[in-house]
């Protein structure tokens, strides 16, 4: 059985994210990306960035993501549709009432 492949830089209708965080998933920074927006290019332009506070990328972000890395410090960069400023769970809980 053939699996679907996410693509994580298809055009949306609703706002996307740019986003750094640490190891530990808080936040550093983010950047509203409006629908309809290359997704594609706000992350270019968030590492571009990134590249020139001294960070390093350590892969291309072909999946949406890539880690940088400064010294001994790392970062996770990624688009994503999740508000990174919304603390609330973000897994299903059937037992939630």
Same mark, same amino acid.
């Given at each position: ?5 996410? %693509?994580?830089?298809?055009?949306? /209708?609703? =706002? ?21 927006? %290359?997704?594609?290019? =706000? ?5 571009? &960035?990134? &590249?020139?506070?001294?960070?390093? @990328? *350590?892969? *291309? @972000? *072909?999946?949406?993501? /890539?880690? #940088? ?7 996770? #960069? ?6 990174? /400023?919304?603390?609330?769970? &973000?897994?299903?809980? @059937?037992?939630?009432?």
């Amino acid at each position: 059985m053939r699996r679907a492949r996410h %693509d994580v830089f298809a055009q949306r /209708t609703t =706002a996307a994210y740019a986003v750094v965080w640490d190891l530990e998933w808080h936040l550093i920074t983010s950047r509203r990306l409006e629908p309809g927006c %290359d997704l594609y290019g =706000a992350l270019l332009a968030l590492l571009e &960035q990134i &590249q020139a506070e001294g960070w390093r @990328p *350590e892969c *291309e @972000p *072909e999946y949406g993501f /890539t880690f #940088v890395c400064r010294g001994l410090e790392r970062r996770l #960069v990624m688009v994503t549709a999740r508000d990174p /400023t919304n603390v609330g769970s &973000q897994s299903f809980n @059937p037992f939630r009432k």
